[in-house]
T-cell receptor, first 112, second 115 residues
Framework: GDSVTQMEGPVTLSEEAFLTINCTYT??????LFWYVQYPGEGLQLLLK?????DKGSNKGFEATYRKETTSFHLEKGSVQVSDSAVYFC???????????FGKGTRLHILP | EPEVTQTPSHQVTQMGQEVILRCVPI?????FYWYRQILGQKVEFLVS????????KSEIFDDQFSVERPDGSNFTLKIRSTKLEDSAMYFC?????????????FGPGTRLLVL
């Protein structure tokens, strides 16, 4: 079945370090891909999305590019801040009325 | 900016009791969803709802669960007889109908604790 696999956490980095969180997916057809973020004690917020191959989603300094050839959607940020500490979920959706399938989440800790 | 709202934010109940979790989706959205997240685990799909009926449900969504859209704004999840393993964060989500499969917009969640 369709699934999302993302790197295990926790990931601990120093402030201003470069961040990569790997995400790969398995799905038939052409899903849309998402990154959601969950800050401590809060709900799920959409961080960025890409709806077709080679699209780049970006928001708040985070970027991810939809790579169909490698079925990947890795999240990157050039310089992380303490406020980026959260759990990040990679996700996919196959059609406009379909459920979202989430990865297990990657907890990110940024040290000052 | 419109957002999905959920009430209550926290609910504590005794095993075997009924609970109703409430959600107000974004007003022009037509697809509605419930998900749950057991502490420290992944977010799992429960059920989707469109045009006043269930369009898909997961194996988690057994006969103890039901959903309803009692009026034009609310969307509820009922658990008839709660079990300890129902303790989780429950998220409501909604999405519009047009275009490519876009994002779903999530509410802040209801944390349910079954004792």
């Amino acid at each position: 079945g369709d699934s999302v696999t993302q790197m295990e956490g926790p990931v601990t980095l120093s402030e201003e370090a470069f961040l990569t969180i790997n995400c790969t997916y398995t799905a038939t057809g052409y899903p849309s891909l998402f990154w959601y973020v969950q800050y401590p004690g809060e709900g799920l917020q959409l961080l960025l999305k890409a709806t077709k191959a080679d699209d780049k989603g970006s928001n708040k300094g985070f970027e991810a590019t939809y790579r169909k050839e490698t079925t990947s959607f890795h999240l990157e940020k050039g310089s992380v801040q303490v406020s980026d500490s959260a759990v990040y979920f990679c996700a996919l959706r196959k059609s406009r009325d379909d459920k979202i399938i989430f990865g297990k989440g990657t907890r990110l800790h940024i040290l000052p | 900016e419109p957002e999905v709202t959920q009430t209550p934010s926290h609910q504590v109940t005794q095993m075997g009791q009924e609970v109703i979790l409430r959600c107000v989706p974004i007003s022009n959205h037509l697809y509605f969803y419930w998900y749950r997240q057991i502490l420290g685990q992944k977010v799992e799909f429960l059920v989707s709802f469109y045009n006043n009926e269930i369009s898909e449900k997961s194996e988690i969504f057994d006969d103890q669960f039901s959903v309803e859209r009692p009026d034009g704004s609310n969307f509820t999840l009922k658990i008839r007889s709660t079990k300890l393993e129902d303790s989780a964060m429950y998220f409501c989500a909604s999405s519009p109908t047009s275009g490519a499969p876009g994002a779903q917009y999530f509410g802040p969640g209801t944390r349910l604790l079954v004792l």
